[in-house]
């Protein structure tokens, strides 16, 4: 027996080698776990005198074994990757997923969190729609189950959030388009859905600024979530009325730049890299899509594993223990740039 001081779960997990869904699940249902990695957590609770705070599992019993997933706009390929990694490691960690869309409405985004309220689960994992979110409304929600935000922060919530360093990001891409050819202005929709979108506007300025360059923004019209329909739509306008300044164009999502690709082509203009190609494209979010785009789409990565497997991990602190103030509110997992054709 050591005499090393263990808290939680979560030191137990970090000591032991044994991942925090693997011990929850063990805790519920011993027998849900196979006999090595049994036999492997009891001698670690031998071996670091570790006792898991069974009044607060005791009080989550109460509750169901349900976990609500919402998510804002399922349709997107991209919200249903990162729903399907999810869903998957909570079926591992012992519970049921069920996974919710808001649609893009913020009415809905509420009804969802009261459809769940209903079926009392242990815990929610939200992907707030952001921009448009009714927050006085969701707060009526936060404090009667513990809920962790992923994807996008609200942080008049003050709630644990997991999701994508898109400062870090979008510097990078900045920093990869101007080494490899001409700087690239920056296409965005004027009021976006999601405000990951200004971040990342607000990163491409500091970036250009920190080169040295003059950074020029397109803050075109169009609302909602029909991305592709504005990408070309108003892709066609600005080629069409050469208001370009560069040749080199960078979106504040994939789906933007994925319509843009098509007004290019029904323009006549080549997108790439080789000679005879007037327009480098990239984008951000490695979209699902993204890759089968002619030509391909340079993008920038989520770490879609991190940060469901984290979200997870967050929220079984918060199901042992309602006022657990382990680790950061904020956590942020750095993008990863993926160099394709189009630029």
Not at 178 to 201: D, H, I, L, Q, W
Not at 246 to 252: D, I, K, M, N, P
Request: with cysteine; glycine share 6%.
């Amino acid at each position: 027996m050591t005499d090393q001081k263990i808290k939680n779960m979560e030191d137990f997990a970090s000591v032991s080698g044994i991942s925090r869904p693997t011990l929850s699940k063990y805790f519920n249902d011993p027998a849900s776990v196979r006999v090595s990695t049994k036999a492997k957590i009891e001698a670690a609770l031998e071996q670091y005198d570790y006792r898991p705070n069974f009044y607060a599992m005791n009080q989550n019993r109460r509750l169901t074994r349900n976990i609500g997933i919402v998510v804002p706009y399922l349709a997107d390929p991209f919200f249903a990757e990162i729903a399907r990694n999810i869903e998957n490691l909570v079926i591992r960690a012992g519970y049921r997923p069920i996974l919710l869309s808001s649609h893009g409405d913020p009415n809905q985004e509420i009804e969802n969190l009261a459809l769940l309220r209903d079926i009392k689960p242990s815990g929610i994992l939200f992907a707030p729609l952001g921009r448009s979110s009714n927050v006085v409304a969701l707060r009526e929600y936060t404090a009667e189950f513990p809920m962790v935000l992923f994807d996008c922060n609200v942080e008049a919530l003050n709630l644990p959030f997991l999701g994508h360093n898109n400062i870090q990001a979008t510097d990078i891409m900045v920093d990869y388009l101007v080494r490899t050819g001409e700087p690239p202005v920056f296409f965005e929709m004027k009021y976006p859905s999601n405000p990951n979108a200004n971040k990342r506007r607000l990163s491409y300025i500091q970036s250009m600024e920190r080169l040295r360059l003059e950074p020029k923004v397109y803050s075109v019209e169009g609302t909602g979530w029909n991305f592709e329909e504005i990408g070309y739509e108003q892709g066609l306008k600005l080629i069409a009325q050469r208001k370009l300044v560069s040749g080199t164009v960078l979106f504040s999502n994939d789906r933007l730049a994925i319509g843009f690709l098509s007004a290019a082509y029904e323009m006549g203009l080549r997108v790439g890299r080789g000679s005879g190609c007037a327009l480098r494209v990239a984008g951000h979010d490695n979209h699902p899509y993204s890759r089968f785009t002619c030509p391909a789409l340079t993008t920038v990565s989520h770490d879609y594993d991190s940060i469901a497997s984290s979200s997870i991990e967050r929220l079984l602190d918060l199901l042992e223990n309602r006022e657990s103030h382990n680790g950061p509110r904020e956590r942020l997992f750095d993008g990863k740039l993926v160099m394709r054709e189009s630029a």
